[in-house]
Every structure is written in structure tokens, then in C-alpha cells.
């Protein structure tokens, strides 16, 4: 099949230029630690290792290049071809990156460095599918939990964030009593910083079928023209992940089965939850 790797066709982009400002670091996400090394070193190993990918570009925060291009060199990464400067959102890194990928390139994956356990299972499955003419494939979970629209605003917010609006609204009491409660049956450190809730007078509008929805991760696989139209054009873009730009112009994509491991590091806690599954 075309794009297969091996012939120079299949590139990935690494995109590892967010600050990871939820992270509470004091350098940008990408090189926080991980394991014993760098968070990047993780996914750029395995896409370098990877029989499926041929050459690799890597997207990092303005200043970060020269790191990159020495970690590249100490993990043996020969198939990194390139690091450039990431830009203000997602979006802009992976238009950067994409300049540096050759005309005759088959097929793109686009990697979020924030999901250090790619593989090549997941690879594989989002590859494959291209010989079927779709424009891009994702990787997706169905939703376990019942799915509603709330009217009046959802803000996510730390625990932390939440307990300060309390004592805000309703004064030093109902603060107390709400963390003992919350220490009491959320302990783990996971769920303290993954804490999120519906602000409170949210109400609902609409229980949503949840049986068509899915959430989407990264790797997601590409053939490279489709990508490119995309990404056509100098007016600054965003889009919380790519296919969702190849979508708005028509094109085709697949879904296929996600992988839990591919969680995206956001905060602290996910880093451990990562870090314990090296
Ligand atoms: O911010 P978020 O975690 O959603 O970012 C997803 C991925 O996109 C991360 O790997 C991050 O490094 C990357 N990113 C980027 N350039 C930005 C923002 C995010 O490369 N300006």
C-alpha cells in the first residue's frame, strides 16, 4: 500500500510546543520530566522506531530547539529531519512543521507529544485505513458516562479553584464541610486534579445521545495532500486537533479504535498516572 513506510512517504509531525501552563512547571511540557528522561523522549522514540514512519519533524516552544535537536542526537533519532519553532497554538506548530515536509510525501501523521505512549498498534490501525481513500484517520473512545448540555456556562476548574469560589459564595463553613468530604472519598491525588465541575448554576438543556460520540486522540494519519489543503493560507488558524480542519473542507474520515493509554498529560497527576504505566 502507498504511504506504508520504508520509501520515504510516511512522515510524522511531533508536536511538542505547548507551555503545559495546567502543568505547573517551570519549563514547557515537552521537557518535563518522565521516566528518567524528558517527556518528549517518549513519543520521539517510538515514532523514530517505528516501521512504519520514515522521517520524523518535531515542533517545540521557541527556544527549545537546541534541546531537541540534542536529545534527538543522544536517543540515535536519525529519522528526525527536522526541529522548527513551534507557534502560538496547536494549530500554527503543525502548519510549521508541515513546510518542512517534501512534495512527494504520501501519507502524515500528526502526533501530540502530550501522549507519550504511542505505539505502533494504534499506527498501524490509523494507517491503514488510507488505502481506502479516506482523507484522515483518528484514533477514538466511545463515552462511558451519560453526556448532557448545560446551559449557563461549564467551566473546568482544579479542585483547588473550587474551593476558593466556595469560600467565596457561601462563606468559611460549608468550606470545611465540603473538603472533608471531598478528602474523604477522593483521596487519590488523580482524582483531586482531574476535578472538574459544572458551575452551579448551570442547568441542564439536553441529555445527549451518546451512542455517535467519541472522543479523539492522537496518533491521527492523513494523506499528505488532504493535510495540506487544510493547512493552506496565511491567516492564523486553530483547531484543537487536525482533522477537524481537513473535516471542514469535505474531506473523509475515518475513525478507529483509541487506546486508554494514550491519555494526554495535562496536569500532575496524569504524569504520574503515565509515569506508572512506563
Ligand atoms: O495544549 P494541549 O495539551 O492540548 O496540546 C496538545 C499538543 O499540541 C501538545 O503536545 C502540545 O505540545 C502541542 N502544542 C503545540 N503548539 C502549541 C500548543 C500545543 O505544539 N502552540
Redesign the pocket.
Known amino acids: 500500500m502507498p504511504g506504508d513506510g520504508g520509501d520515504g512517504s510516511t512522515w510524522a509531525i511531533l ?4 507551555s503545559g501552563e495546567r502543568l505547573g512547571a517551570d519549563r514547557p ?2 521537557f518535563v520530566a518522565l521516566g528518567g528522561r524528558v517527556l518528549l523522549a517518549e513519543s520521539l522514540e517510538r515514532l523514530d522506531s517505528s516501521a512504519w514512519i520514515d522521517a520524523v519533524v518535531v ?1 517545540v516552544p521557541a527556544d527549545w530547539e537546541e534541546a531537541a535537536i540534542v536529545l534527538a542526537e543522544e536517543l540515535v533519532a536519525s529519522k528526525v529531519s527536522a526541529v522548527v519553532t ?5 494549530a ?2 503543525v502548519r510549521s512543521a508541515l513546510d518542512e515536509i517534501p512534495d512527494d510525501a504520501l501519507v502524515v501523521i500528526v502526533h ?3 501522549r507519550p505512549l504511542v505505539d505502533d498498534a494504534v499506527i498501524e490501525r490509523v494507517i491503514a485505513p488510507l488505502a481506502e481513500g479516506y482523507d484522515g484517520v483518528v484514533p477514538g473512545l466511545a463515552l462511558a458516562d451519560t453526556v448532557k448540555r448545560v446551559e449557563g456556562g461549564v467551566v473546568a476548574a482544579s479542585f483547588k479553584k473550587k474551593m476558593v469560589a466556595l469560600a467565596i459564595v457561601v462563606g468559611f463553613p460549608l468550606l470545611w464541610f465540603s473538603t472533608r468530604w471531598y478528602l474523604r472519598y477522593a483521596p487519590d491525588g488523580y482524582l483531586r486534579e482531574r476535578a472538574t465541575y459544572a458551575v452551579m448554576n448551570g442547568v441542564v438543556t439536553e441529555t445527549v445521545d451518546r451512542g455517535s460520540l467519541v472522543t479523539v486522540q492522537t496518533p491521527q494519519a492523513f494523506a499528505a495532500t488532504s493535510l495540506r489543503a487544510a493547512y493552506r493560507g496565511t491567516d492564523p488558524i486553530e483547531a ?1 486537533d487536525c482533522a477537524s480542519l481537513v473535516e471542514a473542507r469535505g474531506g473523509r474520515i475515518r475513525v478507529v479504535e483509541g487506546d486508554l493509554r494514550l491519555l ?1 498529560v ?1 496536569t500532575a497527576a496524569d504524569l504520574a498516572l503515565v509515569e506508572s504505566w512506563l
Do not use: F, I, L
Request: aromatic share 0%; hydrophobic share 40%; no cysteine.
Open positions: 508536536v511538542a510546543a505547548g511540557k515537552a515542533a513551534g507557534g502560538a497554538t496547536r500554527e506548530s501530540d507529544a502530550a484543537s494526554k495535562t
